[in-house]
């Protein structure tokens, strides 16, 4: 049988190379189980991201829909001039508040609206001048906001988690299809090598002692 080596000094066949060879094929299988367990871990954190993602979309959706309804039951009651005037004191800018998750060295985001938490309480309109009406609208608009800041947050994560478990199974796949066996080869090259050597050895060793034997 022929085997195809690399010549590099790893592949002369003496034990110590054999010995290193060994603790390198012992490192490359366990990176391999680690990239293993991570990919597995990362794939069940999407599919996880995924299920929120929709439910999320869902619930997007539900609060559009009644964030649509309360506007025209405004604007049925107040009248569109009305409510473009109120509307110009409602804050347009929204402080976000940004941390980051680590999941298996994937940093993804956690997105929160802090401006509308901490001034939750606070009516930028006068009351006297308006209906229930367009409280309901703008909380219904504030939670239509608050969701699609959690959505992007969430497609951000599935981009996160999808790129990274592609470089995970490139790196998992390069030392299974090729480190490992490459490795094993070199090792299975070595030993036929020094047993061939040892044996050898032997008929040598033979053969010296006939010829002792015969004097």
């Known amino acids: 049988m022929v085997y195809t080596i690399t010549m590099d000094t790893l592949n002369l066949p003496t034990k110590q190379n054999l010995l290193l060879i060994r603790q390198k094929l012992a490192m490359a299988r366990k990176g391999y189980d680690l990239l293993d367990k991570k990919r597995h871990i990362l794939i069940n954190e999407l599919a996880f991201t995924k299920t929120h993602a929709k439910q999320t979309w869902d619930d997007l959706n539900d609060a559009l ?3 649509h309804e309360a506007l025209h039951v405004t604007l049925s009651e107040m009248g569109i001039d009305r409510v473009l005037k109120v509307s110009q004191g409602i804050p347009q800018q929204t402080a976000l508040e940004m941390l980051f998750r680590g999941i298996m060295g994937v940093e993804v985001p956690l997105i929160s609206i802090s401006s509308v938490k901490s001034n939750e309480n606070a009516v930028p309109y006068p009351l006297d001048e308006t209906t229930v009406s367009l409280d309901e609208a703008v909380l219904a608009w504030n939670k239509v906001r608050e969701l699609i800041v959690a959505w992007t947050a969430i497609e951000n994560t599935i981009h996160k988690l999808t790129l990274h478990i592609k470089k995970t199974h490139k790196r998992a796949n390069a030392l299974g299809n090729i480190t ?3 490795y094993e080869r070199q090792i299975k090259y070595i030993q036929e090598r020094l047993e ?3 044996r050898d ?3 040598r060793l ?3 002692k006939e010829r002792k034997l015969k004097k």
Do not use: C, Y
Request: hydrophobic share 55%; proline share 7%.
């Open 196 to 198: 061939e050597r040892e």
């Open 206 to 208: 033979k053969l010296v």
């Open 180 to 182: 490992i066996p490459m």
């Open 201 to 203: 050895e032997l008929a």
């Open 65 to 67: 829909r009644i964030a």
